[in-house]
Structure formats: structure tokens, C-alpha cells
């Protein structure tokens, strides 16, 4: 207790609270995390916390000053099954993960182009549902690849769809260009979008960063003055 803990790669098994960017989730291994985060925690997913261990209820507990997600294979399974879940009808979670972990981040392009093979390969899934599930993506396929890539660069559902709303088919290269635009849209802070440039990989000394930790100041300044 009381030790800090630097980039700590830790799995999320369960959230347990969301509110106003605010997170508590617990982790394999017994011990749960908080702090602030602006997207979804997906149970399965890997973060990188760094942060002060406390106590909780007599167990360790993580409060967290940084929560990053690790791109690693694990943690795009599981976000790109949470996808399945959220934007797929008739893909509950037990499909969602076996179709994740069979087919990664290009799994609509392989039930849209051969739901037979797909049907063949994953246990429970009829040729029926796997044709059903084809013809439905096929009639948004443009958006769901969106949606998903969002995903993946850390949005949760209700902001990747945000986002589209906001800036269009290109919204994608543009957050790509400069993650903090997201600021634009409500509910979206600084946080969220450092957590998103970090993903990208984006240049820590860009001059859309500070712009974009300057208006985060000023809106806090506001928020504590009225």
C-alpha cells in the first residue's frame, strides 16, 4: 500500500462503475483499478496503468493517474468482440468471441464474403444465422468498418458513432491526422484523447496536443469558477 506503480500492464475481468469519465473496473488477479478514462473498459482487454496502490473493502486497489489500452492481440479480440456485440443483431457473447478470436480485426470481411466456410468453422453457428449475419452487414458495410476501426483506436460504440456524426466518412484520417478534435464532441475530454493519441502513436509535442491541453484548462477554469 502506498507504493506507485509505473505502466503496469493489467486485464480488466468486470467493470464495475462508469460515470463522467470515471472508471473503477476490477483485474485478474483480485484487485481493481480506478481513475479516469473516457471510453469503454472491455472485460478480456489489457490496459497500462500507472498510478498509487491504495485499498478497497481490505483489498488492493489501483488509483490510477494514467489508463492506457495495450494494442496486443488479446485486447483486440476483445474489443473487436464487444463490437459484434453492440453493433451485430443476433451476435450474442459467447459468438461475438469465438468469431473475434477466429477472425480478428477483418471479421466482417470473412462473413460477408463466405458465411458457408464461416458457419463451418465456428461451432453453433447454422448456415442460416451466418447468412443472415452476412446480409446484415453487407446492407451497412461502409459504416460498420468505420465504427470499427473507431473501436479499435480506443471510442467506445456511442462515441465512434459521435464521432461520424461530427466529421464525416473521413473522420477516421482526420482523428488520425489530430486525435483532439474529439474535444469537439460533448462528453469527450483531454483524457479520452490522449489515451487515443498514444494508440496512434501520435507526436507528443504536436502543437494540436497543447492546443488541445490549453482548452482543457480554460473548460476546467470555467467549470470550478461558474
Given at each position: 500500500?502506498?507504493?506507485?506503480?509505473d505502466?503496469v500492464?493489467?486485464?480488466?475481468?468486470k467493470l464495475?462503475y462508469?460515470q463522467?469519465n470515471f472508471v473503477?473496473f476490477?483485474?485478474r488477479?483480485?484487485f481493481s483499478?480506478k481513475?479516469?478514462?473516457?471510453?469503454d473498459?472491455?472485460?478480456?482487454a489489457?490496459?497500462?496503468?500507472?498510478?498509487?496502490?491504495?485499498?478497497?473493502q481490505?483489498?488492493?486497489?489501483l488509483?490510477?493517474?494514467?489508463?492506457?489500452?495495450?494494442n496486443?492481440e488479446?485486447?483486440?479480440?476483445?474489443?473487436v468482440?464487444s463490437?459484434?456485440?453492440?453493433?451485430?443483431?443476433?451476435?450474442?457473447e459467447?459468438?461475438?468471441?469465438?468469431?473475434?478470436?477466429?477472425?480478428?480485426?477483418?471479421?466482417?470481411?470473412?462473413i460477408?464474403e463466405d458465411?458457408a466456410?464461416?458457419?463451418?468453422?465456428?461451432?453453433?453457428l447454422s448456415?442460416?444465422?451466418a447468412l443472415?449475419i452476412?446480409?446484415?452487414?453487407?446492407?451497412?458495410?461502409?459504416?460498420?468498418r468505420?465504427i470499427l476501426?473507431?473501436?479499435?483506436?480506443g471510442l467506445s460504440n456511442?462515441q465512434a458513432y459521435?464521432?461520424?456524426?461530427?466529421?464525416?466518412?473521413?473522420?477516421?484520417?482526420?482523428?488520425k491526422t489530430?486525435p483532439?478534435?474529439l474535444?469537439?464532441?460533448?462528453?469527450i475530454?483531454f483524457?479520452?484523447c490522449e489515451?487515443i493519441a498514444?494508440?496512434?502513436h501520435?507526436?507528443?509535442?504536436?502543437?494540436s496536443?497543447?492546443?488541445?491541453?490549453?482548452?482543457?484548462a480554460?473548460?476546467?477554469?470555467?467549470?470550478e469558477?461558474g
Amino acid at each position: 500500500i502506498g507504493n506507485e506503480l509505473d505502466g503496469v500492464i493489467v486485464t480488466a475481468v468486470k467493470l464495475i462503475y462508469a460515470q463522467n469519465n470515471f472508471v473503477i473496473f476490477a483485474c485478474r488477479g483480485g484487485f481493481s483499478c480506478k481513475g479516469n478514462y473516457g471510453a469503454d473498459i472491455i472485460p478480456g482487454a489489457r490496459y497500462k496503468i500507472s498510478g498509487i496502490v491504495t485499498s478497497y473493502q481490505d483489498k488492493p486497489q489501483l488509483s490510477a493517474n494514467a489508463i492506457e489500452i495495450v494494442n496486443d492481440e488479446e485486447t483486440t479480440v476483445n474489443y473487436v468482440a464487444s463490437f459484434l456485440q453492440d453493433n451485430i443483431d443476433g451476435v450474442g457473447e459467447k459468438l461475438a468471441g469465438v468469431l473475434a478470436s477466429e477472425y480478428g480485426e477483418i471479421v466482417l470481411d470473412y462473413i460477408l464474403e463466405d458465411p458457408a466456410s464461416v458457419s463451418s468453422k465456428i461451432p453453433g453457428l447454422s448456415p442460416q444465422n451466418a447468412l443472415a449475419i452476412a446480409s446484415q452487414i453487407e446492407s451497412d458495410i461502409v459504416m460498420l468498418r468505420l465504427i470499427l476501426s473507431l473501436r479499435l483506436m480506443g471510442l467506445s460504440n456511442k462515441q465512434a458513432y459521435k464521432a461520424y456524426d461530427e466529421f464525416g466518412a473521413d473522420c477516421k484520417e482526420r482523428i488520425k491526422t489530430n486525435p483532439y478534435i474529439l474535444m469537439r464532441i460533448s462528453g469527450i475530454g483531454f483524457e479520452t484523447c490522449e489515451s487515443i493519441a498514444k494508440t496512434l502513436h501520435s507526436e507528443p509535442l504536436s502543437i494540436s496536443r497543447f492546443e488541445g491541453a490549453a482548452a482543457s484548462a480554460v473548460a476546467l477554469m470555467h467549470e470550478e469558477n461558474g
